[in-house]
C-alpha cells in the first residue's frame, strides 16, 4: 500500500511540475494572433497557473482557426483543449486529440505532432495502458533532444520514470529521475529540479535507501520553492512522515492543517490517516478513533478505495485496544474484504504489468538492436571511408610522387637538352669557325699561288729578255716552286674532313651522278663561300659557278624553293 501511495504522490507531481523559468516558444509560426495566444499558453504552462483559467484563451484561439479556415490552427486549438481538460476527463481529451491528429499536418509541422504525441502518451499511461505510453515517450524523447526543447524533453523522462515506477521497475525509473533532474538543472528550471527531487526520494525508500530518501525530503521540507506551493510540501510532509517510519509526528498534522487552508479535500484520507496513526502509536485512542472516523467518512466521499483497507486496519486496531472485540472485529472484516477486492484487482494490474514490461523490454531489446545494427554499420562506413581516404592518400602520395619524378625527369631532360644544345651550338660555332678558317685559307692559298705563278711567269719573261741572268733566275724560280702548292685541292680536302668527316664519301652515296668538279663545288659551298669566292679559287668567272650551281641543283632534284646550302649542311 506504501507504494500505492507514492504513486498517488507522483501523479500530483507530475500534474504540478512546470517551471517558471522563461519559455522559448518551439511552435512553427503560422497566424501572428494566434501564435501570440498560444504562446501565453505555454506561458502559463510553464508559470504551473490554473488550467481552468486558460479556458477564454483557448476560445480565442477556435474563433481564429475558423475564422482563418486553416487546419493546422485547428489542430492546435485542440490540442490547447485537450490538454486543459487532460487531468479530469480523459476520454474527451483522446476524442480532442483524435481531431488535432486528423487535422495536422505532420510533414509540414513536425513539431505539433511530437506535443500531440506526448499528450497521447499520457492518455495511454491514465487508461493503464503502460507501453503503449513507454514507446510514445521514447520517441519523443529523442525528437524534443533533436530539436533542442530539453524542457519537453525532462518531462518525458519523468513521465517514462513513472510509467516504469508502475510497472516495478524501480532502479530504471530512478535512472530517468535523475536524467530528468540533469536537463532541468542545465536550462535552469530550479522549480522543476527541485519538484523532481520527491520522485527520486520516493523510489530510493522503495530501493530500501531510507536514510538518503529522508535526507532529500528534509531538504525539501526546508526549500523556499516546496514553502512557496502548498500542495506540494502536503505531499512531502506526508512523504516524510512515512520515510521515517512514522517518527516525524508534527508531518501529517502541518499537512492536514495546509489542505484545510487550500480547501484540496483528494488528500484528505491521506492526511487523516497518518494522523490517525500518530496517534495509535501514541496510545490515544479516542483520538485516534475521531481521526480514522474522519479519514473513512473521506475515503467514502472521495472513493478513495486504495486507503479504505488501511482505515479499517487502523479502526479495527484502535477498537481491539479498546477491548471493544465485536466492532474489532467487524472493521477488521470489512478490511479483509476490500483488501481481497484489491488483491483481486492487483493481480490483475500485476498480469498487465508483466504484460507491459515484456513488451517494454521487447521495444528496448529491439531499440537495442537497431542501435546495434546502426553503430555497426557507422562503424562499417567509418572503416571503410577510413580505408578510402587511406588508399586515396597513398595514392596521392604516388601520384605525387611520380609528377616529382616525372617533373625531375622533364628538368633532367631539359637540362640534358639544353646542355646538348648548348654542345651543338658550340659545335656549330666551331664547324663555322673552321669553315670560316678553311674558306679564309682557301683564298689565301689560292691567292698565294696566283701571285707566285705571276711571278714565275714575269721571271721567264725575263730571262727570254736577257734582263735577268740565267742562274739568278734559276735560283728564284727554284725558290718560288718551293713556295707553291701544286695542288691545293688535296691541301683542302685534309682540312675539310676534319671539320666535316665522310661528307663527301656521303655524298657520293647519295648522289653517285655528280662528277669530281661539282663534288668540290658542293665542298665549297658546305663551308659557307660565296660564288664570287669559289671562283676566285676556281680561277673562273662567277658566271660560271653559278652555272655550276644550276647543274648541281638539277642533279639532286631541288626545287626553286629549296635551298641548296641547307640540302648539303644535313648530309
Request: glycine residues 2%.
Amino acid at each position: 500500500m506504501k507504494s500505492r501511495l507514492y504513486i498517488t504522490v507522483i501523479a500530483l507531481f507530475i500534474l504540478l511540475s512546470h517551471t517558471q523559468a522563461q519559455y522559448r516558444y518551439q511552435w512553427s509560426d503560422i497566424e501572428p494572433r494566434f501564435d501570440s495566444i498560444a504562446n501565453l499558453l505555454d506561458q502559463a504552462t510553464f508559470n504551473d497557473e490554473p488550467r481552468k483559467q486558460q479556458y477564454n484563451h483557448i476560445k480565442q484561439l477556435y474563433n481564429i482557426a475558423q475564422e482563418s479556415q486553416n487546419q493546422q490552427l485547428l489542430a492546435r486549438a485542440n490540442y490547447w483543449a485537450a490538454w486543459s481538460i487532460s487531468k479530469v476527463n480523459i476520454d474527451s481529451t483522446a476524442i480532442l486529440l483524435d481531431k488535432a491528429f486528423a487535422q495536422a499536418d505532420s510533414s509540414r509541422y513536425p513539431y505539433d505532432q511530437a506535443r500531440l504525441r506526448f499528450l497521447k502518451g499520457v492518455v495511454f499511461q491514465s487508461q493503464g495502458e503502460w507501453s503503449y505510453a513507454y514507446q510514445i515517450y521514447k520517441e519523443q524523447e529523442n525528437f524534443f533532444a533533436q530539436c533542442g526543447d530539453r524542457f519537453s524533453q525532462a518531462k518525458v523522462t519523468v513521465c517514462m520514470g513513472t510509467v516504469l515506477q508502475e510497472l516495478n521497475e524501480y532502479k530504471k525509473a530512478l535512472e530517468y529521475y535523475r536524467n530528468s533532474s540533469h536537463l532541468f538543472e542545465s536550462i535552469g528550471c530550479i522549480n522543476c529540479y527541485t519538484k523532481n527531487q520527491i520522485n527520486i526520494s520516493n523510489i530510493l525508500y522503495l530501493l530500501g535507501q531510507k536514510e538518503d530518501a529522508l535526507k532529500i525530503l528534509e531538504d525539501l521540507e526546508q526549500n523556499s520553492i516546496t514553502q512557496q506551493d502548498t500542495l506540494y510540501m502536503a505531499n512531502v510532509l506526508i512523504s516524510l512522515f512515512c520515510v521515517s517510519d512514522q517518527q516525524i509526528s508534527y508531518a501529517p498534522y502541518k499537512a492536514h492543517r495546509l489542505m484545510e487552508e487550500m480547501g484540496f479535500r483528494p488528500l484528505y484520507p491521506l492526511t487523516l490517516l497518518s494522523i490517525g496513526r500518530d496517534k495509535l502509536n501514541r496510545q490515544e485512542n479516542d483520538s485516534a478513533l475521531y481521526y480514522f472516523d474522519r479519514a473513512w467518512n473521506e475515503a467514502l466521499q472521495n472513493n478513495d478505495i486504495y486507503h479504505m483497507s488501511e482505515i479499517l486496519q487502523g479502526l479495527s486496531s484502535v477498537y481491539s485496544i479498546m477491548n471493544n472485540a465485536d466492532s474489532a472485529y467487524h472493521y477488521l472484516l470489512y478490511a479483509n474484504t476490500i483488501r481481497d477486492t484489491l488483491l483481486s484487482k492487483e493481480k490483475i494490474s500485476e498480469l498487465n504489468r508483466i504484460e507491459n514490461r515484456a513488451t517494454i523490454e521487447q521495444y528496448e531489446a529491439g531499440l537495442l538492436a537497431e542501435h546495434k545494427k546502426n553503430e555497426y554499420r557507422r562503424n562499417i562506413a567509418t572503416t571503410i571511408c577510413l580505408f578510402l581516404a587511406l588508399v586515396s592518400v597513398l595514392l596521392c602520395y604516388i601520384f605525387w610522387l611520380a609528377k616529382r619524378k616525372a617533373g625531375m625527369s622533364e628538368q633532367l631532360k631539359i637540362a640534358e637538352n639544353r646542355e646538348l644544345q648548348l654542345l651543338n651550338n658550340q659545335y656549330r660555332i666551331e664547324i663555322e669557325s673552321k669553315n670560316r678558317e678553311l674558306a679564309s685559307n682557301t683564298l689565301i692559298l689560292a691567292q698565294k699561288n696566283s701571285r707566285l705563278k705571276d711571278l714565275y711567269e714575269q721571271i721567264e719573261q725575263l730571262k727570254e729578255q736577257g734582263t735577268l741572268p740565267d742562274k739568278e733566275s734559276e735560283e728564284i724560280k727554284s725558290n718560288i716552286h718551293s713556295q707553291l702548292i701544286s695542288d691545293d685541292w688535296q691541301y683542302f680536302i685534309l682540312h675539310f674532313e676534319q671539320a666535316h668527316p665522310h661528307f663527301l664519301t656521303r655524298l657520293k652515296e647519295q648522289y653517285s651522278c655528280l662528277s669530281e668538279n661539282e663534288l668540290r663545288m658542293c665542298a665549297y659551298i658546305r663551308i659557307g663561300m660565296s660564288s664570287k669566292e669559289i671562283a676566285q679559287v676556281l680561277s673562273v668567272q662567277p658566271e660560271t659557278i653559278n652555272t655550276s650551281r644550276y647543274r648541281i641543283r638539277k642533279k639532286l632534284g631541288l626545287t626553286a624553293k629549296t635551298s641548296l646550302e641547307d640540302i648539303l649542311r644535313n648530309i
